[in-house]
Nanobody
Framework: VQLVESGGGEVQPGGSLRLSCAAS????????MSWYRQAPGKERELVAT????????NYLDSVKGRFTISRDNAKNTVYLQMNSLKPEDTAVYYC????????WGRGTQVIVSS
């Protein structure tokens, strides 16, 4: 069972990044998936969730309208498109099952700085 996040990097405010999370070892299409983030010195927080069958999505208030979560069940991958990035979005981003979470992957670092 594995979750591997990728796509992070350093961008200027207002920039965009697309994060990917490749899942393996479980029936991906049967699980709601989420993105979380942890900023230095802060607790990990839930950023976005996409329910089973690519249906409903939910977002942290501070990212609504800027971030979009999506999934490709054929590729066992969940994505997070991040637009209009702000310095406060700087964090390590992780994916996991929303319910019945697995062990955390290494995450992918996002730095938003001018």
């Amino acid at each position: 069972v594995q979750l591997v996040e990728s796509g992070g990097g350093e961008v200027q405010p207002g920039g965009s990044l697309r994060l990917s999370c490749a899942a393996s070892g479980f029936t991906f299409s049967s699980y709601s998936m989420s993105w979380y983030r942890q900023a230095p010195g802060k607790e990990r927080e839930l950023v976005a969730t996409i329910l089973v069958a690519g249906g409903s999505t939910n977002y942290l208030d501070s990212v609504k309208g800027r971030f979009t979560i999506s999934r490709d069940n054929a590729k066992n991958t969940v994505y997070l498109q991040m637009n209009s990035l702000k310095p406060e979005d700087t964090a390590v981003y992780y994916c996991n099952r929303r319910f019945g979470p697995l062990g955390w992957g290494r995450g992918t670092q996002v730095i938003v700085s001018s």
